[in-house]
């Protein structure tokens, strides 16, 4: 009996081996996009009506009428990147999902 027991067991075992496996693997063949958060810090220009990343904004031509916010913000508000650079920074990349989850 102490066998049988065993058996189914080892069984067991090997089916959640198998399925944790299965699992890990969709986890890196299914691909998604990975960008930056709603609440990533921008500044905004009012009157150009554009955002830009703090990483670019000593190159940026921006006005007076500044504000910091997020991007999510940002893009409620229908601005727009304001170069290259910005719109650099926050691209999405795809990514497999496991890897995704995890930045």
């Known amino acids: 009996m102490d066998k049988e027991v065993n ?23 299914v691909q998604t996009e990975v960008g930056p958060a709603d609440d990533t810090r921008v500044i905004i220009d009012h009157e150009k009506f554009v955002y830009s990343a703090p990483s670019c904004f000593d190159e940026a031509g921006l006005t007076n009428n ?12 229908d601005y727009e990147p ?22």
């Open 66 to 77: 500044l504000e910091e916010t997020t991007l999510g913000e940002a893009l409620a508000l």
């Open 7 to 29: 058996r189914k067991m080892k069984k067991g075992t090997l089916i959640w081996m198998a399925l944790a496996g299965i699992l890990l693997l969709m986890g890196l063949v």
């Open 82 to 103: 304001e170069s290259g650079c910005t719109a650099n920074v926050f691209v999405k990349e795809k990514k497999p999902i496991l890897i995704g989850w995890f930045q």
